[in-house]
T-cell receptor, first 113, second 112 residues
Framework: EAQVTQNPRYLITVTGKKLTVTCSQNMNHEYMSWYRQDPGLGLRQIYYSMNVEVTDKGDVPEGYKVSRKEKRNFPLILESPSPNQTSLYFC????????????FGPGTRLTVL | AQTVTQSQPEMSVQEAETVTLSCTYDTSENNYYLFWYKQPPSRQMILVIRQEAYKQQNATENRFSVNFQKAAKSFSLKISDSQLGDTAMYFCAFSAGNMLTFGGGTRLMVKP
């Protein structure tokens, strides 16, 4: 089944404790991205990647890191989480950036205390 | 930078009736793509419909259709014969290159 998977689905952590949210897709997509969703603001793009070893900042990259060492994986890293990073996070992938339908993962609900 | 505005935070409609969700965007680009995504209570993001700016014909997908007005930078979604399963958040989104920009969303409630 074609899909984007994220783990964990739910995470409660404390300020400053490094964490990683994994994202994997099995559709051989070139393009992957991370979004955060906050009430009233819709989804905002954090980082995106057009291919292996190619990443770029989105609208809200501060406090986040990503890597793309393999085509299928695109982890999101919070080196020192803060309460303002409490949000719902989505990973997405597509064949071509900006043109094709993006396939979204199921979301990760993160709470930083 | 592109912006997408959805001016209706919440809407409701009776089952079987028609409802229109509004979306406007601001861009200086000439070639771009517009999308409507649905997010039901399960939180899964699902593509509803997609429009290419260079196409004058409005996109349709079964009960869903758009009214794309390029000059006015407007991209509204019409849902005909509303069903209970249409209850969800709806997001309008714009892309002219590497990034996808979303509006703030409209929460739609379909009432029996």
């Amino acid at each position: 089944e074609a899909q984007v998977t994220q783990n964990p689905r739910y995470l409660i952590t404390v300020t400053g404790k490094k964490l990683t949210v994994t994202c994997s897709q099995n559709m051989n997509h070139e393009y992957m991205s991370w979004y955060r969703q906050d009430p009233g603001l819709g989804l905002r793009q954090i980082y995106y990647s057009m291919n292996v070893e190619v990443t770029d900042k989105g609208d809200v990259p501060e406090g986040y890191k990503v890597s793309r060492k393999e085509k299928r994986n695109f982890p999101l890293i919070l080196e020192s989480p803060s309460p303002n990073q409490t949000s719902l996070y989505f990973c997405a992938s597509s064949f071509r950036q900006g043109i094709d339908t993006q396939y979204f993962g199921p979301g990760t609900r993160l709470t930083v205390l | 930078a592109q912006t997408v505005t959805q001016s209706q935070p919440e809407m409701s409609v009776q089952e079987a009736e028609t409802v229109t969700l509004s979306c406007t965007y601001d861009t200086s680009e000439n070639n771009y793509y517009l999308f409507w995504y649905k997010q039901p209570p399960s939180r899964q993001m699902i593509l509803v419909i997609r429009q290419e700016a260079y196409k004058q014909q409005n996109a349709t997908e079964n009960r869903f259709s758009v009214n794309f007005q390029k000059a006015a930078k407007s991209f509204s979604l019409k849902i005909s014969d509303s069903q209970l399963g249409d209850t969800a958040m709806y997001f309008c989104a714009f892309s002219a290159g590497n990034m996808l920009t979303f509006g703030g969303g409209t929460r739609l409630m379909v009432k029996p």
